[in-house]
Structure formats: structure tokens, C-alpha cells
């Protein structure tokens, strides 16, 4: 059975469905377990997770229960959330200590209402160069 071109691409290199935004917004993200307060800024969103500015530690897998505002301020909203990705800050380019959350229950009304309200701002600027993968013959 051949394999679908997808799953040769390691999964760094696969191109997101949705488009992040640049926002920088006001939130609450807490870990599940624990209530330890990890963030109040969001860096980037997206309706189906965000770029937390971390404050506290936190491991991929983590549990997150977050509440965010959009770019208006006068809508708040909740989500639960998993740590995928844990930025360390020393690259060049990173924003610091950071943590990547993708949504795993959030209201479809409330997404589609983000995804609405985020329309017309414009995605994160890229901090680091590109990586190429080398051709497979």
C-alpha cells in the first residue's frame, strides 16, 4: 500500500488548516489539576488554539482550562485545552516562554463566532527562517 503524501512529511513541516492571527490579548489559563495559574496573555489565536505567554512550567499533554478575550475586549471565552508544544525562549526569534494549546472542548457556537471575529487580522510575523527538507529521491 502506498503512503499518502502527508504521512512522509514529518509533522513540523505540516501546514496548519487554519490560519493563526497576531493578537495579543488579555486570558486566564489554568492547569486542570492543579488551578496553577500558567498565563495571562494570549500571542497568537486561532479557533482552534492559541500562543500562551507562559508564566509557569507546563508539559505537552498538560491539561489547560482557559478563558480569553478577542481583540474587541468585550467578549470573553472558555475553552479546555492540551499543551502541544513547550517554547523554551533561548532560539532566536522565540517570544519568550510560551506555550502552544489546542482547544479539545470548545462550543461550536463560540468558534465560529471567534473565527468571525478574528477575519481580518493578519497572521503572526515569521521569526526564523524557513527550514528546507531535503528531496527524497
Not at 487554519?18 to 489565536?45: I, K, M, N
Not at 463566532?113 to 528531496?135: A, D, H, N, Q, Y
Amino acid at each position: 500500500m502506498k503512503n499518502s503524501p502527508i504521512s512522509l512529511v514529518p509533522p513540523t513541516f505540516r501546514r496548519r488548516l487554519v490560519t493563526r492571527r497576531a493578537l495579543r490579548s488579555t486570558c486566564q489559563a489554568v492547569h486542570s489539576e492543579s488551578f496553577q495559574l500558567l498565563g495571562e496573555r494570549v500571542l497568537d489565536l486561532s479557533p482552534y488554539g492559541m500562543m500562551l505567554a507562559a508564566d509557569s512550567p507546563a508539559e505537552i499533554g498538560d491539561e489547560v482550562m482557559v478563558s480569553f478575550q478577542d481583540h474587541h475586549g468585550d467578549k470573553w471565552f472558555d475553552a479546555e485545552a492540551i499543551v502541544v508544544r513547550v517554547i523554551g525562549g533561548w532560539r532566536e526569534g522565540d517570544p519568550g516562554f510560551a506555550l502552544g494549546l489546542r482547544f479539545t472542548n470548545f462550543e461550536l457556537e463560540s468558534r465560529l463566532e471567534l473565527k468571525s471575529r478574528l477575519r481580518g487580522l493578519p497572521p503572526p510575523v515569521p521569526t526564523r527562517k524557513l527550514r528546507r527538507m531535503p528531496i527524497l529521491a
